[in-house]
């Protein structure tokens, strides 16, 4: 009977460790196919910039001549990944429970101040009448960033399933729970320095000048 228990256990143990290597293997495609299909947006960004009818929004009479809100939103994301890096690391040490639910709190927190804010500039560019019917590089702009914060909504939902397992560590303290919560909050951390990353390349894509354009486009050939 002992010999069954521990032959049970140690097949739960392999399943699991396998379903957390295959969710691993997983986020990495996930996030090559995300690099791949915004590097083929990056491309098109940079072809259509060529043509004589673009207009950056960058330059100093549009609107992202000032970037103060976009610099703030980008503060709240990597506030985000910073407090899943601090999850990430707590989560190793049981005394370290309550941080890690408040990092993950936190990070939860910053990652819907960071879509508000995204939110809040799209209604910014609507209002001065900078739709995306109106100008290529407005429907560039709404379409990156639009597609960027429905990945980060996706991460979410994930992040907060996280959550709520860090806690039910606060009265539940099994083995099982925790290398669980612990294998989310790694998978979590991962993809959030991703997005994060990803955002900052768009950032800077996004406000660059025209001369930046030509300058990339005859670097590559365009």
């Known amino acids: 009977m002992y010999t069954n228990s521990n032959t049970l256990y140690l097949s739960r143990d392999k399943d699991f460790l396998r379903r957390i290597k295959t969710a691993k293997t997983g986020l990495h495609f996930l996030m090559a196919a995300i690099s791949s299909m915004f590097l083929l947006f990056l491309i098109a960004y940079i072809l259509r910039s060529q043509v004589?009818?673009?207009?950056?929004?960058?330059?100093?009479?549009?609107?992202?001549?000032?970037?103060g809100q976009l610099w703030f939103n980008s503060a709240l994301l990597a506030v985000a990944s910073i407090a899943l890096e601090y999850a990430r690391?707590?989560?190793?040490?049981?005394?370290?429970s309550k941080l890690t639910r408040d990092c993950m709190l936190l990070a939860c927190a910053a990652t819907v101040a960071f879509l508000i804010g995204q939110l809040l500039v799209w209604k910014k560019l609507a209002a001065m009448g900078f739709?995306?019917?109106?100008?290529a590089a407005n429907a560039f702009f709404y379409l990156l960033t639009g597609l960027h914060g429905l990945h980060l909504m996706g991460?979410?939902?994930v992040?907060?399933?996280a959550t709520y397992r860090c806690k039910r560590l606060a009265f539940e303290l099994q083995e099982p729970l925790r290398l669980r919560t612990?294998?989310?909050?790694?998978?979590?951390?991962?993809?959030?320095h991703f997005l994060l990353l990803l955002w900052l390349g768009l950032f800077a894509l996004l406000t660059g000048s025209p001369e930046?354009?030509?300058a990339?486009?005859?670097?590559?050939g365009f």
């Open 216 to 220: 990339i486009a005859k670097l590559c």
């Open 155 to 157: 991460g979410l939902v």
């Open 131 to 135: 739709m995306a019917s109106s100008n």
């Open 159 to 161: 992040l907060t399933v």
């Open 182 to 192: 612990k294998s989310s909050i790694e998978l979590c951390a991962t993809y959030w």
């Open 89 to 96: 690391r707590s989560i190793k040490d049981l005394d370290n």
């Open 52 to 67: 004589s009818d673009w207009e950056a929004l960058s330059q100093p009479w549009q609107p992202l001549s000032d970037t």
């Open 212 to 214: 930046s354009y030509a």
